[in-house]
């Protein structure tokens, strides 16, 4: 098994659900990306998502936006998110790294050699939003060969065959989004969408994450009761861009993932 399976194990063997945590590489700066990824873990992330900044990112709302907008002003390409998860794993060998991202990058860099890169910066699995499972051809086996997990996207209102094909094509977990439009635009609606999330775990037969529209501990806490785990990003993001010195950041970022911690185990543990 890979560092997502083994954590998601390690997970459904102490009964807790997962928090997986997103910021966008290179913001606010190339160099302070490794420290933010040590502060989403000191705060209790289970699992990084680390997006690859690009010019066009359809499925992202304005906060995330930014961040890409801000992350490519100062120059950040792949090689540099590449080496960001290569300094990250020199002092943490554990936490599952997932790149989100779009597919003209990969096409840029070629399918195989971004695989290939990204296995060896550290690199678990990729999920790139605009990459269905129906075009994923000339990406899927390679991203296999290089031992990384495929992450797709299922909406609330996938179709129930959507859902089978979506989940037989991906691995490490499934990441079922909560509403529908782009990231941090509303706020989820998790008594209309709980029956899909079982019927989604049902055929994918590995964990499935929530995400979009969760912003709050609370938030955190509800969503933990109808996942494997809860997805946050936007709010992450919000506190980023806010600004300040890099250790204020890397400690407010700390202490507002700490809070989403809590409040999951704390779900978990009235349950």
């Given amino acids: 098994m890979g560092r997502i399976a083994d954590r998601f194990a390690e997970l459904a063997a102490a009964g807790r659900k997962g928090l997986i945590t997103f910021i966008t590489a290179g913001d606010p700066g190339v160099a302070e990306t490794p420290a933010l990824m040590h502060a989403l873990v000191r705060g209790g992330a289970d699992v990084i998502e680390l997006g690859v900044p690009f010019s066009d990112p359809m499925a ?26 290569a300094a990250f794993r020199r002092d943490d060998a554990s936490t599952p790294v997932v790149l989100m991202g779009y597919l003209n990058p990969v096409e840029h860099m070629g399918a195989e050699r971004f695989a290939e890169r990204a296995a060896e910066a550290g690199v678990d699995g990729v999920l790139i939003v605009d990459l269905p499972p129906e075009e994923s051809a000339e990406v899927t086996p390679r ?34 989004v909560s509403v529908k439009g ?90």
């Fill in 182 to 271: 782009v990231t941090g635009s509303k706020s989820a609606v998790l008594e209309e969408i709980g029956a899909r999330i079982e019927l989604t775990r049902r055929f994918a037969g590995m964990p499935v994450g929530i995400g979009f529209g969760i912003r709050t501990p609370e938030a955190a806490a509800e969503a933990a009761g109808v996942a494997d785990a809860v997805i946050v990003g936007s709010a992450i993001v919000e506190i980023i861009e806010r600004g300040g010195t890099a250790d204020a950041v890397a400690d407010a970022v700390e202490t507002f993932v700490t809070s989403l911690r809590s409040a999951i185990d704390a779900r978990a543990c009235a349950a």
């Fill in 60 to 85: 992202d709302g304005e906060v995330i936006q930014r961040a890409s907008e801000r992350a490519l002003a100062h120059g950040t390409s792949l090689d540099d998110v590449f080496a960001a998860v």
């Fill in 143 to 176: 991203l296999r060969a290089a031992g990384l997990d495929e992450i797709f996207l299922v909406a609330p209102n996938s179709p129930e065959a959507r859902i089978r094909k979506v989940c037989a094509a991906a691995s490490g977990f499934v990441y079922f």
